[in-house]
T-cell receptor, first 110, second 116 residues
Framework: SQKIEQNSEALNIQEGKTATLTCNYT??????LQWYRQDPGRGPVFLLL?????KEKRKERLKVTFDTTLKQSLFHITASQPADSATYLC?????????FGAGTTVTVRA | GAVVSQHPSRVICKSGTSVKIECRSL??????MFWYRQFPKKSLMLMAT?????????EQGVEKDKFLINHASLTLSTLTVTSAHPEDSSFYIC????????????FGPGTRLTVL
């Protein structure tokens, strides 16, 4: 069966450090992968989309990599700030529908 | 741009009653709208996909007679939870896409449903 795994449920880091989140998938061959941010009691907010022919993508302090051989995406938040504290979700669309991982909750300590 | 609203944001109802949740795309026309359900500390689970003017497509295990979806216009979709029970208590989130694909979806803020 198809599965999306985000390797840790929670990540606590010190302000200024880099947070690295992992998304692994099995039995998919996605054309692209997305990352979302979700705050408590709110809907997800789109952050980045990376396509299968792209190795890396950046947006401000965010960086995403996509390795289709390893079936893995890494999501980095550099120079982290307390305002980055949230749950981060990866999502794939094997067909026209999105499937989400369970998310990693990041807490940035001041 | 690309704002999606949901109403209500929170609703508490008695067991056996029906609840309607609205999802609106405020500044674009949504060819496709999606309805998700999320339990605490769990991922979003797609319930159904609706295209304007046609019947919704439900995911496996989702009861279409219990979760009625209407997509009457390009800016409005509604989810009605019929004869609600406590196990229907959850966080319901809609998203809207200007096209057919999933690569561009804009999510609403969610509706917290509590069934007593």
């Amino acid at each position: 069966s198809q599965k999306i795994e985000q390797n840790s449920e929670a990540l606590n880091i010190q302000e200024g450090k880099t947070a690295t989140l992992t998304c692994n998938y099995t039995n998919y061959s996605p054309a692209y992968l997305q990352w979302y941010r979700q705050d408590p009691g709110r809907g997800p907010v789109f952050l980045l989309l990376i396509r299968e022919n792209e190795k890396e993508k950046r947006k401000e302090r965010l960086k995403v990599t996509f390795d289709t051989t390893l079936k893995q995406s890494l999501f980095h938040i550099t120079a982290s700030q307390p305002a980055d504290s949230a749950t981060y979700l990866c999502a794939l669309a094997p067909d026209y529908k999105l499937s989400f991982g369970a998310g990693t909750t990041v807490t940035v300590r001041a | 741009g690309a704002v999606v609203s949901q109403h209500p944001s929170r609703v508490i109802c008695k067991s056996g009653t029906s609840v309607k949740i609205e999802c609106r795309s405020l500044d674009f026309q949504a060819t496709t709208m999606f309805w998700y359900r999320q339990f605490p500390k769990k991922s979003l689970m797609l319930m159904a996909t609706s295209n304007e003017g046609s019947k919704a497509t439900y995911e496996q295990g989702v009861e279409k007679d219990k979760f009625l979806i209407n997509h009457a216009s390009l800016t409005l979709s509604t989810l009605t939870v019929t004869s609600a029970h406590p196990e229907d208590s959850s966080f319901y989130i809609c998203s809207a896409a200007p096209g057919q694909g999933a690569d561009t979806q804009y999510f609403g803020p969610g509706t917290r449903l509590t069934v007593l």
